[in-house]
């Protein structure tokens, strides 16, 4: 019985010790650096090389089929001739199509509105490489059949986007670690080491042009060719912490 009592003791014992050593090799290593915390915002200034453009076509019928066609051939004429100036397909997308039964006012609320005609809208996106054509790509497309311009918005394409992040993240770093080096030697001590780096955001605004938002069934008017590409910044932060001594 004895023997039993001190194999079960041993046994407990083998057990705690197993369990406060798993324990202890869980607990946070303390540490005592010295940091000074700092952070930093880059900005790279470019201009835009890419434009996006939403063309639509918008057709008006009492009977829905022939508004359909109708804005069907429209749109077709506007494709081919945008495929005919060079644009790929593969920068043309459909964002968008309705059919909308306008009604006419009626204050009867038993009675059903009469239907006065259909409305047709079909949404095209045009992605341009060429910003400087943007103009007489918007006058092409109107007349070809778009009779209304939604969005013409100026941007950076991914690969501009990617570049020029990548320097605007060297500006920021450099940005702080200059403030580093400032506050260091303020108090005399020297930084010798980085222990945490933070890479936040970055932000590539979209410029967009709002002359053509408001332009419905433009029809055979001439459209402004003229477009101010302007500049874009980019920008991108980072937070580091330094080691001082």
């Given at each position: 019985?004895?023997?039993?009592?001190?194999?079960l003791g041993i046994a407990?014992?083998?057990?705690?010790?197993?369990?406060?050593?798993?324990?202890?090799?869980?607990l946070p290593e303390e540490s005592n650096d010295k940091l000074i915390h700092v952070s930093g915002t880059g900005k790279v200034t470019t201009t835009p090389d890419l434009a996006i453009i939403v063309l639509s076509v918008e057709t008006e019928n009492a009977d829905a089929k022939i508004?359909?066609?109708?804005?069907?051939?429209?749109?077709?004429?506007v494709v081919s001739a945008l495929k005919g100036a060079?644009?790929?397909?593969?920068?043309?997308?459909?964002?968008?199509?309705?059919?909308?039964?306008?009604?006419?006012?009626?204050?009867?609320?038993?009675?059903?509105a009469?239907?006065?005609?259909?409305?047709?809208?079909?949404?095209?996106?045009?992605?341009?490489?060429?910003?400087?054509?943007t103009g007489e790509i918007i006058d092409l497309a109107v007349a070809s059949g778009a009779n209304r311009v939604d969005r013409l918005s100026l941007t950076l394409s991914d690969a501009?986007?990617?570049?020029?992040?990548?320097?605007?993240?060297?500006?920021?770093?450099?940005?702080?670690r200059g403030d580093a080096d400032a506050v260091a030697a303020a108090l005399g001590k020297t930084i010798v080491d980085v222990k945490?780096?933070?890479?936040?955001?970055?932000?590539?605004?979209?410029?967009?042009?709002?002359?053509?938002a408001a332009m419905e069934k433009a029809g055979g008017?001439?459209?402004?060719?003229?477009?101010?590409?302007?500049?874009?910044?980019?920008?991108?932060?980072?937070?580091?912490?330094?080691?001082?001594?």
């Open positions: 019985m004895r023997g039993k009592i001190a194999f407990l014992m083998v057990l705690c010790a197993a369990v406060i050593g798993n324990v202890t090799a869980q508004a359909q066609q109708q804005n069907a051939q429209k749109m077709d004429a060079g644009i790929p397909a593969k920068d043309l997308r459909t964002t968008g199509y309705t059919i909308i039964p306008v009604t006419e006012q009626n204050d009867k609320p038993l009675v059903s009469k239907i006065r005609f259909y409305r047709v809208i079909n949404n095209l996106e045009v992605r341009l490489d060429d910003v400087d054509r501009k986007q990617q570049e020029f992040r990548s320097e605007a993240l060297t500006a920021a770093v450099a940005q702080a945490e780096v933070n890479v936040g955001n970055s932000y590539v605004p979209m410029l967009y042009d709002n002359r053509y008017a001439a459209v402004p060719t003229p477009i101010e590409v302007g500049e874009i910044d980019v920008t991108a932060s980072v937070s580091i912490a330094y080691v001082i001594t």
